[in-house]
C-alpha cells in the first residue's frame, strides 16, 4: 500500500477543485507580486518589453538589478530615481484582484497577504493592514542613508520628479525610499509573520509573481505538505528544470508532474483569474457589489 502521506490531497488539479476545497478552509494565505497590479498600469519587472528591466539599456548598468543594489545605488543612484518615477502609480487604483483580496477576508478566509509589491494598492483596496505583510517595504516613506531622518512620500515624490537626487536637509545624504534592497533584510514583521502563518495555512495562493527574488520565492516550502497550492500568473512559474529534480526539490511546484499531489496552475491574467474563482465559489454577488461600491 502507498503510505498515507502520498494521497492526492486533490482530487484533480484544475481551478474548479480548488475552489471546492478552499471553500472549507479559513486559514488562506497569499502570496502575491508585480503582476496583480499590472492591471492598475504599474509596469512589473520581468514580463519581457512590457517590463521595467527590459528598458533599462539607456542607464548602461553592470546588470538590470544593480539598480536596486545598495552598494551600487550609494555611488549612483540616477538610474533608481529616474526608474521610481515609473514607479510611482499616478492615481491609486486597485484592481479587480485587489479587491478579490478584500472579500478573502471578509468571508473570514484571510489568514495574510505576503506582497512583494511597493505600490501599497492592497491597503487601498481595503485590505485591513494587518493582514498584509509587505515583504519588500513601500515608497510611503523614505529615510536618508547617513542619518536615518524621515522623510514623507510627497516630499521625495517632487524632487525626483524634477529628475533630481533627493537628499537629506540635515547632512545631505541621499534620500531612499523604505523599499528593501538587494543587500538589505526584510522587514521584521516579515520573518515574525512567516513564522506563525505558514504552519497555520491551510490553502495557498500565489498569485503574479515571477517566483525569482529570495527568500520570498521560497515561502511556498514552508506551508504543510498537505496544504493545496494554487499558482494564478500569465506564464508557468516556480516549477524546476528537470523532471527528477522535481521529484526531490522540496522548492518547486509539482503542477503537470507525476508527483503533484496538491498543486494547481491556472494560467491566465490575475483578473481573469480570480473572477473565475469567485464564480465557482458563488461570491458573484458580493465581488459585483464590491467592485461598484469602490
Ligand atoms: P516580476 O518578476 O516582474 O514578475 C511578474 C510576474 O507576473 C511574471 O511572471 C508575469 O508573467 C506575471 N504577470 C504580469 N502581469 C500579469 C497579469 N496581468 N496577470 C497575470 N500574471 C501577470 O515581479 P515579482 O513581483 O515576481 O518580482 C518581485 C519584485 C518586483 C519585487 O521586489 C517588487 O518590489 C517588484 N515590483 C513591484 C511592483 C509594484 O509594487 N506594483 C512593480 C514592479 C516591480
Not at 483580496?101 to 497577504?113: P, V, Y
Not at 516613506?141 to 529628475?163: A, P, Q, W
Not at 526531490?248 to 496538491?262: E, H, I, W
Amino acid at each position: 500500500d502507498e503510505p498515507a502521506a502520498k494521497d492526492p490531497v486533490l482530487t484533480a488539479f484544475d481551478l474548479k477543485t480548488a475552489a471546492e476545497y478552499m471553500s472549507k478552509c479559513s486559514n488562506i494565505v497569499v502570496m502575491a507580486g508585480a503582476g496583480i497590479s499590472t492591471s492598475a498600469g504599474i509596469p512589473d519587472f520581468r514580463s519581457p518589453e512590457t517590463g521595467l528591466y527590459s528598458q533599462l539599456e539607456k542607464y548602461n548598468l553592470p546588470f538590470p538589478e544593480a539598480v536596486f543594489h545598495l552598494d551600487f545605488f550609494r555611488t549612483n543612484p540616477k538610474p533608481f530615481f529616474l526608474l521610481a518615477k515609473e514607479l510611482y502609480p499616478q492615481k491609486f487604483t486597485p484592481t479587480p484582484t485587489h479587491y478579490f483580496l478584500r472579500l478573502l477576508d471578509e468571508k473570514n478566509k484571510l489568514l495574510r497577504i505576503f506582497t512583494q509589491n511597493i505600490d501599497s494598492l492592497e491597503r487601498v483596496a481595503g485590505v485591513p493592514t494587518d493582514k498584509i505583510v509587505e515583504a519588500h517595504g513601500t515608497f510611503f516613506t523614505s529615510h536618508c542613508l547617513n542619518c536615518r531622518k524621515e522623510y514623507d512620500l510627497e516630499f521625495v515624490k517632487e524632487i525626483i520628479f524634477k529628475d533630481e537626487i533627493p537628499r537629506c536637509k540635515e547632512c545631505d545624504g541621499i534620500i531612499k525610499p523604505d523599499i528593501v534592497f538587494f543587500g538589505e533584510g526584510l522587514p521584521r514583521r516579515f520573518h515574525e509573520c512567516i513564522n506563525s502563518d505558514f504552519d497555520k495555512a491551510d490553502f495557498l495562493i500565489i498569485i503574479g509573481t515571477s517566483l525569482q527574488v529570495a527568500p520570498f520565492n521560497r515561502l511556498q516550502t514552508f506551508v504543510d505538505k498537505d496544504c493545496p497550492r494554487l499558482l494564478i500568473n500569465r506564464e508557468p512559474v516556480g516549477k524546476s528544470k528537470s523532471p527528477m529534480d522535481a521529484i526531490n526539490a522540496s522548492g518547486s511546484l509539482l503542477y503537470g508532474t507525476k508527483a503533484n499531489r496538491r498543486d494547481v496552475f491556472h494560467q491566465s491574467t490575475c483578473d481573469e483569474g480570480v473572477t473565475e474563482l469567485v464564480k465557482l465559489l458563488g461570491w458573484e454577488d458580493d465581488f459585483n457589489k464590491l467592485l461598484e461600491s469602490e
